[in-house]
C-alpha cells in the first residue's frame, strides 16, 4: 500500500496542451515537494509547499497544497517537449519523506 | 563539479555474489539516504544517516548493510545478491533531515543481477 497515490500512472499530450496532475494521500504532511526525473539520472526538486492551500508557480508549472495537506497539483500551461519525465511527489512528516509512484508524462512535438 | 557522485553507474553480476555501490556528496551535507527504484519507477527509501548516524532504517533484507565512514560518504553493501535485487539504486543528500528541504539525487547505479 503506497502512502501516495499519483494519477495519472501515464499522461501522454500534444506539445501546447494544457495538464494536470495529482498527488493524493489519507495522510497529513507537514510539507509536500514536486521532483521531476529524466531517464537515466536522478529526480530533480521543482517546489516545495508547506502552507494548506499554498499555490506557488514556477514559470508554466503551477503547484498547489490542498487546505487538508493530504493532497496537491501540478498543473502545466502550454506543455513542451522539454516538460517529458517523471514527475514525484514526495511527503514528509517528523523528518520521513515517501514518495509516491509518479506520473510519466510524455509531451509530442 | 558533480554534487553526489555514485559508482558505479552499472552493476551487472551473478546471484549469490556480494558487491558495494560507493557514494559520494561534496555539498557539506548531514544527511545521506540510500533509495531503490524498481521497475515500475517507484522511489522507496531504504536507509538515511545523519552526521555518519543511521536514522531511518526501513524493512530492508539484512543483506544490504549501508557504511558512513564520513559525512561525505555513504555506501552501501550487498550479501548474496538476489535477482530481486535488480533495480536502480539512488544515493541522495540534504542540508538537514528530510522535511521541506530539498534532496539531491546521484545519477543512479542500476544494478541487474542474472
Known amino acids: 500500500t503506497q502512502l501516495l497515490e499519483q494519477s495519472p500512472q501515464f499522461l501522454s499530450i500534444q506539445e501546447g496542451e494544457n495538464l494536470t496532475v495529482y498527488c493524493n494521500s489519507s495522510?497529513?504532511?507537514?510539507?509536500l515537494q514536486w521532483y521531476r526525473q529524466e531517464p537515466g539520472e536522478g529526480p530533480v526538486l521543482l517546489v516545495t509547499?508547506?502552507?494548506?492551500?499554498e499555490v506557488k508557480k514556477l514559470k508554466r508549472l503551477t503547484f498547489q497544497f490542498g487546505d487538508a495537506r493530504k493532497d496537491s497539483s501540478l498543473h502545466i500551461t502550454a506543455a513542451q517537449p522539454g516538460d517529458t519525465g517523471l514527475y514525484l511527489c514526495?511527503?514528509?512528516?517528523?523528518?520521513?519523506?515517501?514518495f509516491g509512484a509518479g506520473t510519466r508524462l510524455t509531451v509530442k512535438p | 563539479d558533480t554534487a553526489v557522485s555514485q559508482t558505479p553507474k552499472y552493476l551487472v553480476t551473478q546471484m549469490g555474489n556480494d558487491k558495494s555501490i560507493k557514494c559520494e556528496q561534496n555539498?557539506?551535507?548531514?544527511?545521506m539516504y540510500w533509495y531503490k527504484q524498481d521497475s515500475k519507477k517507484f522511489l522507496k527509501i531504504m536507509f538515511s544517516?545523519?552526521?555518519?548516524?543511521?536514522?531511518i532504517n526501513e524493512t530492508v533484507p539484512n543483506r544490504f548493510s549501508p557504511k558512513s565512514p564520513d559525512k561525505a560518504h555513504l555506501n552501501l553493501h550487498i550479501n548474496s545478491l538476489e535477482l530481486g535485487d535488480s533495480a536502480v539504486y539512488f544515493c541522495?543528500?540534504?542540508?538537514?533531515?528530510?522535511?521541506?528541504?530539498?534532496?539531491?539525487f546521484g545519477p543512479g547505479t542500476r544494478l541487474t543481477v542474472l
Open positions: 541522495a543528500s540534504s542540508p538537514g533531515l528530510a522535511g521541506a528541504v530539498e534532496q539531491f
Open positions: 495522510s497529513v504532511f507537514s510539507s
Open positions: 509547499v508547506v502552507t494548506g492551500g
Open positions: 514526495a511527503g514528509s512528516n517528523n523528518n520521513d519523506m515517501r
Open positions: 555539498l557539506g551535507h548531514d544527511t
Open positions: 544517516y545523519n552526521n555518519k548516524e543511521l536514522i
